[in-house]
Structures are given as C-alpha cells and as structure tokens.
C-alpha cells in the first residue's frame, strides 16, 4: 500500500472520529438509516397531512361555505327545511294568499301555535315565539324578496294561471334552513316572459 493512501485513510478516520460512536463507518450508517427512516416517516406524514387538508377543505365547502351564501338570519329561527321539507307542511298553508292576491303573506303567530300550542312547547325559540304572542308584538321578520316599487309584480296570475311553482322564482325553498335571497332584476322576469311567451310588452303592464 502506497504510503499516501495510509495517510489519507488515518485524516478519514481522524475527520469522521466520533469517540461516542468508536467508529465513524457505523455512524455514518447509522445516521443514513435514521435520516431515511425520517424521511420516510415524513413523507407518510405529509401524506396523511395532505389528506387530511384536502378533506378539511372539501369539508369547509360542504358544510361551511354554503352558510355564507345562507339568507338573513332571522329573529325566530325558523326553518323551511323542517317545515315544508321534513314535516312536509303546505307552501300554501302558511301562505295561503299566494294565489289569490298580490302577496302571499308572512303567516300569522296564531298559525304556529296552531301546532306549537303543543308541539315542542318548551323549546327556547318557541317561548320567544309566544312571548310575541302573549303581548301582540309581531316578529320583525326580515324581508328576503322584494321587486323595487315601480314594478307592479302579482303572484295571482303567475300561480292561478301560469301555474308557476314557488321554486321557479324562490328557489328549493325546502331544503333551506334560512331563505336565500335572489335578486331579482329585470332580465329576471323577461327572461322567463320570453320563454313562456307571456307578456312582453309587459313593461307596459309592469311599471306604473
Ligand atoms: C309553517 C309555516 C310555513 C310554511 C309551511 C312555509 N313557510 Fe314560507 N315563510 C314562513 C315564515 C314564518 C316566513 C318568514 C321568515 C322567513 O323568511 O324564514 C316565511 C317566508 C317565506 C318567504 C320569504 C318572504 C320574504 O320575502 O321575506 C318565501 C319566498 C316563502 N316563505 C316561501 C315558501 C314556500 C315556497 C313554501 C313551501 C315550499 C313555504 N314558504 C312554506 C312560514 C312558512
Ligand atoms: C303544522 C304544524 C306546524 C306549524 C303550523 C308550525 N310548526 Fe314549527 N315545528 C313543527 C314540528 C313538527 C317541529 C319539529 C318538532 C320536533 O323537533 O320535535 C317544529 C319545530 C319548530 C322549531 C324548532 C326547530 C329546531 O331547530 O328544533 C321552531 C323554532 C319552529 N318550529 C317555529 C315555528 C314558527 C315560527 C311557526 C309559524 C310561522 C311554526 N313553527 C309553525 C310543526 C309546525
Ligand atoms: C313568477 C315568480 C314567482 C313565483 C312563481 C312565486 N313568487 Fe313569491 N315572490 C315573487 C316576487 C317577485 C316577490 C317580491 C314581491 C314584492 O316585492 O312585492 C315575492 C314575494 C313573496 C313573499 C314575500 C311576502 C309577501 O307577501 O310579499 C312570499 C311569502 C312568497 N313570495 C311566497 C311564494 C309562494 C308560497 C309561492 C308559491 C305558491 C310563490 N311565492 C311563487 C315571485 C314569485
Ligand atoms: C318563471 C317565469 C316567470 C317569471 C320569473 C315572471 N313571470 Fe310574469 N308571467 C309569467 C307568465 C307565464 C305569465 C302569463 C300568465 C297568464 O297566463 O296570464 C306572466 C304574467 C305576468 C303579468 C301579467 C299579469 C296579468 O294580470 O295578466 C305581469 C304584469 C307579470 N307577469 C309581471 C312579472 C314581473 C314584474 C316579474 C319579475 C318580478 C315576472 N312577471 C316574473 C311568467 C313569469
């Protein structure tokens, strides 16, 4: 063996020295396998880390995101989709003047206890609720639909004889907690008045 190959080996030896270890080879090896058992450790980490992230995400969107697109919330919190949708109450029970004239009306407090005189009685939405009754003050519910006031809009003949239905122009209003709003512009109604050949010299009919 060349004499300069001993030398270099012994600075190897001499610059990997760990006294701890006795030998820097198995250090070195050690360190290799602990460093890749790490690095696969991590990788799987990320892995669930990844998943976990995109099912948060897909979780936010699902269940979250919608709320913020949910209408005004009210001050009774009423639900649609309990009543119209799971407890499968008429549209037209609680408003029973959609086809008959202009506004379909907000029900009346006598309507609810109607069930509630019974139902749920002690429920902390349904004391609100009779608290209003008790003492005659109606419940500030918050308009969600409304046309400007120079728009002459008439549910009569849209449901009497067009023989629309609400979710044409509300939405699935049984599958919503709080109603949605929907903005209701002009190209709204030509739209469908296209569609179904209805009026359209409407703005005529429509404006006063
Ligand atoms: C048990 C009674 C009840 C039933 C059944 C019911 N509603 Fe209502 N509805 C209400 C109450 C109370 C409000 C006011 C609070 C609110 O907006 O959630 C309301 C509000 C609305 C509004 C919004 C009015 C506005 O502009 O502020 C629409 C539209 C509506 N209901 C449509 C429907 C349709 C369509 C159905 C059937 C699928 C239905 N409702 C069934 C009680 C009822
Ligand atoms: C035809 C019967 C009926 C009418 C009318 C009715 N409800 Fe209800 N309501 C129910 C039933 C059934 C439940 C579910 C009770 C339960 O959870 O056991 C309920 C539940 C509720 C709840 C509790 C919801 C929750 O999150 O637990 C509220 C608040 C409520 N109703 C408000 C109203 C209001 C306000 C009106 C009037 C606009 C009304 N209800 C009219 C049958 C009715
Ligand atoms: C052709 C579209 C259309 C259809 C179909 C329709 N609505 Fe409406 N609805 C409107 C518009 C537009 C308004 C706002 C009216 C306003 O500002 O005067 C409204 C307002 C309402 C309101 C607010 C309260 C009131 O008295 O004005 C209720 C409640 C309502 N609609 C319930 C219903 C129900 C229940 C049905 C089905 C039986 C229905 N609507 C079908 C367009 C429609
Ligand atoms: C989803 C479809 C649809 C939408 C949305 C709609 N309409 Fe109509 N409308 C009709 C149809 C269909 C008729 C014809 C009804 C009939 O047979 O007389 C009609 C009739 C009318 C009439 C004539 C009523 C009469 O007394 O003869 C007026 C006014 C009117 N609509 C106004 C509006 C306004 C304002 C809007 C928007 C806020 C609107 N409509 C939205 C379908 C629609």
């Not at 080879?25 to 050690?30: I, L, M, W």
Request: glycine share 4%; hydrophobic share 35%; charged share 25%.
């Amino acid at each position: 063996m060349p004499a300069g190959t001993d030398e270099r080996h012994c600075m190897e030896a001499a610059l990997h020295f760990r006294p701890s270890l006795g030998s820097g080879q198995t250090f070195r090896g050690n360190m290799a396998e602990t460093r890749e058992k790490k690095w696969n450790l991590a990788l799987r980490y990320s892995g669930v880390g990844v998943v976990l992230l995109l099912a948060a995400t897909m979780l936010y969107f699902y269940f979250l995101y919608p709320q913020r697109e949910l209408g005004p919330e009210q001050p009774i919190l009423f639900s649609h989709r309990l009543h119209a949708g799971v407890k499968e109450i008429n549209c037209k029970f609680c408003h029973p003047f959609a086809e008959r004239s202009r506004n379909p009306g907000i029900p009346e407090l006598q309507k609810c206890f109607f069930c509630h005189e019974h139902i749920i009685t002690k429920h902390p939405q349904i004391l609100k609720e009779r608290q209003h009754y008790d003492t005659k003050t109606p419940v500030p519910w918050v308009r969600i639909f409304y046309v400007p006031d120079h728009v002459k809009f008439n549910h009569k003949p849209h449901i009497q004889y067009a023989k629309l239905d609400c979710t044409n122009c509300h939405g699935e209003v049984k599958t919503m907690d709080r109603l949605q709003k929907v903005d209701f512009q002009m190209h709204f109604c030509i739209t469908c008045h296209q569609e179904r050949k209805a009026q359209l010299d409407c703005w005529l009919a429509c404006h006063h």
